[in-house]
């Protein structure tokens, strides 16, 4: 019986810490724009992620015309790189450092940027064996796409933060 009061106590005790810190789940993105356009290239897997995640996550709606958006994000420029990170005493590659790279701006309707062109850089390093080369190109290619996923959630959370020339 006091065993049982002592699990409540300490159970109401975290309830009220974790409640009182502030914590609260991320919920929705509040972007603070009604509707926005993503010039990026047709064949760009980056920005058909991100449109999704604009079309889920928040109230704000894609549009495929920028004259109807209240803002446009241009990606600049998406770049992955592969580099030797250590290598064995006999030459023979043994690490690998993977880096992915996405630059955008944001500009109103009217041309004003309302947020400079920005680099989200990621990086990944990972161990390389000659005789696992499939599975190693298999989480290779994992790797690059957990770092554009970290990317879209990055570049959401920096949209958010992106004020508009109203509120300026």
């Known amino acids: ?75 600049l420029e998406e770049t992955r790189e592969k580099t030797i990170l250590s290598l064995s005493g006999g030459g023979r590659v043994r690490e690998f450092q993977l880096i992915y790279r996405v630059s955008y701006r944001v500009t109103d309707k009217d041309n004003r940027e309302l947020r400079a062109p920005t680099q989200i850089r990621l990086h990944r390093d990972f161990s390389f064996n000659d005789t696992d080369t499939l599975s190693k190109e298999s989480e290779e290619a994992l790797l690059y796409r957990d770092m554009q996923t970290d990317a879209v959630n990055q570049l959401m959370r920096q949209l958010q933060a992106t004020r508009t020339a109203a509120s300026l």
């Open 1 to 75: 019986m006091l065993a049982m009061r002592s699990l409540v106590v300490v159970t109401f005790t975290l309830l009220l810490t974790l409640a009182g810190c502030g914590f609260q789940l991320r919920g929705a993105a509040n972007l603070p724009y009604n509707t926005l356009h993503v010039a990026a290239a047709p064949s760009s897997t980056f920005a058909t992620q991100l449109r999704r995640a604009v079309t889920s996550g928040s109230q704000t709606k894609v549009v495929n015309n920028p004259k109807e958006a209240q803002a446009t994000l241009y990606l």
